[in-house]
């Protein structure tokens, strides 16, 4: 039996507005009532005029793999990188976390595919002692054939919970041309010109003769097991096209205006990254995520690699005035949690759903997380 207890005194965010100075109550880690005024019935929690957000679902978070290799060929073991940063993602006021690990084994670090496969069933290992509802975001590099027999073990073994396929070759997607593509590997990664000049080759080679294929083969695999599907670095119309003909319902990180514009005509949704929003532009100077909301054609945000920069997002589209504050929420918590099949449990603050939430200070235009809360259990706290 979880805890019951009421909220009083808050703005309630909603997916249709703001419920200023009402009550919620949750009864066994549920929300079982949302009212203006005040409620009575258990303990009381005064949220002093505060904010009460839906908890944030991140559907595509990096950050662990810098959690377990903070510099490049420098480990931490996983148990101890998992706990800690589940610390500071409750910190956030995120509820949902998928944890994104890359399957690219021409890239470099632990996104070789023993160490990412291994650290998959590591991390679903530890859920049961985690803060937060811990998930797993599998990242395919399409120039990766090796790949494809340990997603496939990983997916029927349930150890995955949302697909993405990525092309990190040179010549299109993020990289425009090959010094763009050395220029951010080669110092990340120390490698030499030479080493970068044979990593190319062998990811060129690889998506001539093989990707389609590939990608085929474990699109279908995970129709078959249910798990959702998103693209990743999408750069054309024509490659949006080719999603939604293969019913794939998101994209990852567009890289520019008409590839947005085209998944919103297609009704395709749009994941873009919340470090975008926050700087106000790319980190490879493809698509400014301001510029893709304010023209109406983004979904959803994630922190891609930066947990911390959900809330400030969502602050950042309020204070400049490109959304209002609840749609600025619904892009960090129900638009994400329908992208990836699990809103009838999470993702707003509606009667019946789990009791996922964040109270927020929200004084000064400068939001801080004051309560953290996962099926109605505090999860973190501030006061």
Same mark, same amino acid.
């Given at each position: 039996m979880q805890d019951s207890f009421v909220i009083v005194n808050a703005h309630v965010v909603t997916p249709e507005g703001i419920r200023e100075n009402a009550s919620l109550q949750v009864e066994d880690g549920r929300i079982a009532l949302?009212?203006?005024?005040?409620? #009575? &019935?258990?303990?009381? /929690? +005064?949220?002093?005029?505060?904010?009460?957000?839906?908890?944030?679902?991140? %559907?595509?978070?990096? *950050?662990?793999?810098?959690?377990?290799?903070?510099?490049?060929?420098?480990? !931490?073991?996983?148990?101890?990188?998992?706990?800690?940063?589940? #610390?500071?993602?409750?910190?956030?006021?995120?509820?949902?976390?998928?944890?994104?690990?890359?399957?690219?084994?021409?890239?470099?670090?632990?996104?070789?595919?023993?160490?990412?496969?291994?650290?998959?069933?590591? $991390?679903?290992?530890?859920? =049961?002692?985690?803060?937060?509802?811990?998930?797993?975001?599998?990242? !395919?590099?399409?120039?990766?054939?090796? *790949?494809?027999?340990?997603?496939?073990?990983? $997916?029927?073994?349930?150890? $995955? +919970?949302?697909?993405?396929?990525?092309? =990190?070759?040179? &010549?299109?997607?993020?990289?425009?041309?090959?010094?763009?593509? #050395?220029?951010?590997?080669?110092?990340?990664?120390?490698?030499?010109? *030479?080493? %970068?000049?044979?990593?190319?080759?062998?990811?060129?080679?690889?998506?001539?003769? =093989?990707?389609?294929? %590939?990608? *085929?083969?474990?699109?279908? /695999?995970? #129709?078959?097991?249910? /798990?959702? /599907?998103?693209?990743?670095?999408?750069?054309?119309?024509?490659k949006i096209t080719w999603l939604k003909e293969m019913n794939i319902g998101m994209t990852e990180f567009p890289v520019n205006i008409e590839t947005v514009r085209t998944a919103h005509e297609l009704g395709v949704s749009v994941c873009l990254g919340s470090p975008n929003v926050l700087r106000g532009q790319s980190q490879a100077k493809n698509l400014s995520a301001r510029e893709a909301i304010s023209s109406g054609f983004g979904d959803i945000l994630c922190s891609d690699y930066s947990p911390m920069t959900l809330l400030h997002a969502v602050g950042t589209l309020t204070k400049l005035g490109i959304l209002p504050l609840h749609e600025a929420i619904k892009m960090v918590s129900l638009n994400p949690a329908r992208a990836v099949g699990i809103a009838d449990e999470t993702g707003s603050l509606e009667v019946g759903k789990a009791a996922d939430m964040v109270l927020v200070d929200h004084s000064d235009d400068f939001p801080r997380v004051l309560k953290t809360f996962v099926s109605g259990r505090e999860v973190f706290a501030t006061c």
């Open positions: 949302i009212r203006e005024g005040s409620l #009575k &019935g258990g303990r009381e /929690i +005064n949220a002093a005029g505060n904010f009460l957000f839906p908890g944030f679902v991140d %559907m595509h978070s990096d *950050a662990i793999e810098k959690g377990i290799e903070p510099r490049p060929n420098t480990f !931490f073991p996983v148990d101890i990188a998992v706990y800690e940063l589940d #610390k500071k993602i409750a910190a956030c006021g995120i509820t949902t976390m998928y944890h994104s690990l890359s399957f690219a084994e021409l890239e470099v670090g632990l996104r070789n595919n023993n160490t990412a496969a291994r650290i998959i069933r590591e $991390i679903n290992t530890l859920q =049961h002692k985690l803060k937060i509802n811990t998930k797993i975001h599998a990242r !395919f590099e399409i120039t990766d054939l090796g *790949a494809v027999p340990f997603l496939e073990d990983l $997916i029927r073994d349930e150890q $995955i +919970n949302l697909f993405s396929f990525m092309d =990190h070759s040179p &010549g299109q997607g993020q990289f425009r041309d090959i010094l763009s593509f #050395k220029s951010y590997y080669g110092p990340v990664y120390a490698k030499t010109d *030479a080493e %970068m000049d044979q990593i190319i080759e062998r990811k060129l080679d690889a998506k001539k003769n =093989h990707a389609s294929a %590939m990608i *085929a083969k474990l699109i279908g /695999i995970c #129709k078959q097991n249910g /798990i959702a /599907i998103a693209s990743h670095d999408d750069d054309s119309r024509e």
